[in-house]
């Protein structure tokens, strides 16, 4: 029963510090992105193409979430665009109070896509709400496609799935059909995607979609802003 306790404090807690930060998001007209995966599936790599290709389009800026290291932080930092990392020192997802911290280090008029980039885990990250507008989640074809049922919240809470590694497909025994009948019986609303960032596959649907949404945001919360376009 302490158990339960603990756990849903937690949760209170997190949500009420992610409305401080959705509030003060929205206030900006910022479109923010939770892009979450296992360990390795090219979160990173998907945002260094979605970067290169939209940045002198808008301004884009990433909280990296990784236990350790500042590796990820620094792949982004070579594309030239503001970049956080969090170092979470064992813990396995990004929080609210993490993400209130990080906003504080980023300037917030010049932003209007922020990603975040969560801690590679496919289970631990979609529980916690961090202020995004919309979960994004990727799975790579060599981890197979039996994990959308497997590890089914990740999925169910995502507005939008990448399939990465497209490329490398014929090497493996993922099953296209099922994966896309699985991800439909679980979250039928999701939009799809087929990456590949060695080929430099998919990108541009990607980037075309992003853009949308970061100008519907735009218009919804009748910000300010500019956008370079
Ligand atoms: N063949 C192939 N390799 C890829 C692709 N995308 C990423 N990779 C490789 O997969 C490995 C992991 O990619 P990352 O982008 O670091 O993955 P990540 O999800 O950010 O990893 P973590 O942050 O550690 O969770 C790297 O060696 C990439 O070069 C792809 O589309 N095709
Ligand atoms: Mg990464």
Redesign the pocket.
């Known amino acids: 029963m302490s158990e339960i306790k603990v756990v849903t404090n937690i949760l209170q807690t997190n949500d009420e510090i992610t409305a401080k930060n959705k509030e003060i998001l929205d206030e900006k007209g910022i479109y923010v992105v939770n892009l979450m995966?296992?360990?390795?599936?090219?979160?990173?790599?998907?945002?260094?193409k979605v970067i290169a290709k939209l940045k002198d389009d808008i301004k884009i800026a990433v909280i990296?979430g990784?236990i350790y290291t500042t590796?990820?932080a620094e792949?982004i930092e070579a594309q030239g665009i503001p970049v956080v990392q969090i170092n979470t020192g064992g813990a396995c997802h990004l929080d609210g109070d993490m993400i209130k911290n990080s906003l504080n280090s980023l300037n917030l008029d010049e932003v209007n896509l922020l990603v975040i980039?969560n801690?590679?885990?496919l289970v631990c990250p979609a529980e916690f709400e961090i202020g995004e507008d919309i979960k994004v989640c990727?799975l790579?074809t060599?981890e197979g496609n039996d994990k959308p049922l497997k590890y089914p919240l990740m999925f169910e809470k995502s507005g939008a799935v990448i399939l990465?590694?497209?490329?490398?497909m014929p090497f493996t025994n993922f099953n296209r059909e099922e994966f896309y009948s699985d991800i439909n019986s679980l979250n039928a609303n999701a939009i799809t995607f087929e990456?590949?960032?060695?080929?430099d596959?998919g990108i541009a649907e990607l980037c075309a979609w992003l853009i949308d949404k970061v100008f519907e945001k735009r218009k919804s919360k009748n910000s300010t802003y500019k956008i370079n376009f």
């Open positions: 995966s296992s360990p390795g599936s090219g979160k990173t790599s998907i945002l260094e990296e990784d590796k990820d792949r980039e801690v590679g885990n990727v790579s060599t990465n590694k497209v490329d490398l990456t590949s960032c060695i080929k596959e």
